[in-house]
């Protein structure tokens, strides 16, 4: 039932994400968004606080802030308080690279704010190449400032085929913290569609991490795994793509997407500017009103593991140049025949 109530789309997106700025003092070779400079018409501090006033009026619980690197834009604590203030939880992306003394000691007394890191492996010999030179190390200060603070914050690591012998030590580092740690999936988008095929996890891979995260039902994935689920055991979280649905993005200039990770114009559903803002378009928009009507369909409705991943990622098939009703990219019936993926044989033998 909560599949088919999601799908259909609610009065207000559960996980609302924010991208302040595109401004950003790294330049990773995964940015989804393409972040570096921050651009000239992104929303100023009075259109982002009558934001903030219109998904106060929408009771939208919690919003995912990111850029960019959030904490480079100015008003960025402004922002943050305002948030609390109308009674909007925040949960932000930060690369830590800003978090000093003082930023630390703020976060730490804020009621309803959480935090990750964003870290791609356990040494700087892993994560340096992907983030920046001194990256690891400046994240790691950050995290012994919070850990002084007592904040209990999250570690983000985008699995890759470079780091995903790490998983263990990543799992460790967040806990000599007293963090907890979040893995997230490869997307072909911004940077990303670059190093796609070089950094996507193996077959092998994927099904190692699929049993791991069984085997740590602690750490938290973002439902972006979903499409692993499809081994036999669903991975906890929400087993459907929720763009349009019970998702979108919001990015700097303003610009209203299905989801964080297809920051294209064909998913750009308007612009928060426009005549009636967000709730218009969120309510209103044809995209999202086709999104919540629209079903995976082509192969993907014969197959028996279909209730378990519902298709897969959406911007994972469009930026790889695939139809929309094609199966993931990463299917884990990928290769094989078509009688095995419509049920022949029967999934536990998988």
């Not at 219109?54 to 960019?68: D, I, S, T």
Request: proline content about 5%; hydrophobic content about 40%; overall charge negative.
């Amino acid at each position: 039932m909560s599949y088919e109530i999601f799908r259909q789309g609610l009065d207000a997106p559960i996980c609302l994400t924010w991208e302040l700025t595109y401004g950003c003092n790294l330049r990773c070779v995964h940015c989804l968004s393409s972040s570096g400079r921050a651009h000239t018409g992104e929303l100023s501090t009075a259109e982002a606080r009558h934001l903030i006033d219109e998904w106060a009026a929408m009771k939208v619980f919690y919003v995912n802030v990111g850029g960019g690197e959030p904490m480079s834009r100015p008003d960025f604590f402004e922002l943050m308080d305002y948030c609390l203030e109308r009674g909007i939880g925040v949960k932000f992306s930060t690369n830590g690279t800003l978090i000093d003394a003082a930023a630390a000691a703020w976060i730490a007394a804020r009621d309803y704010l959480d935090l990750q890191i964003s870290l791609d492996g356990a040494t700087a010999e892993t994560n340096d190449p992907v983030r920046g030179t001194g990256a690891f190390r400046r994240a790691l200060r950050a995290m012994e400032l919070l850990a002084a603070e007592g904040f209990p914050f999250k570690i983000n690591t985008v699995v890759t085929r470079q780091n995903a012998h790490q998983l263990d030590d990543l799992y460790a580092l967040a806990q000599r913290y007293g963090a907890q740690l979040r893995v997230t999936r490869l997307r072909p988008s911004g940077r990303g569609a670059e190093v796609w095929e070089h950094m996507r996890p193996t077959h092998a891979q994927n099904r190692a991490l699929y049993e791991w995260l069984l085997a740590h039902p602690d750490v938290m994935t973002g439902d972006s795994f979903f499409h692993l689920s499809a081994y036999g055991t669903p991975i906890d979280g929400l087993n459907m793509c929720g763009a349009g649905r019970i998702v979108c993005c919001v990015d700097p200039v303003g610009e209203v997407y299905a989801c964080p990770f297809v920051l294209a114009p064909e998913f750009s559903a308007g612009n928060v500017r426009a005549p009636g803002g967000f709730t218009h378009i969120w309510r209103h928009a044809p995209l999202f009103a086709h999104l919540r009507q629209w079903q995976v369909g082509g192969t993907c409705q014969q197959c028996n593991a279909y209730a378990l991943c519902h298709g897969g990622c959406m911007a994972v098939k469009h930026f790889t140049g695939r139809s929309l009703d094609d199966p993931d990219p990463d299917c884990i019936f990928a290769g094989e025949t078509a009688a095995l993926r419509t049920g022949v044989i029967p999934l536990q033998q998988w």
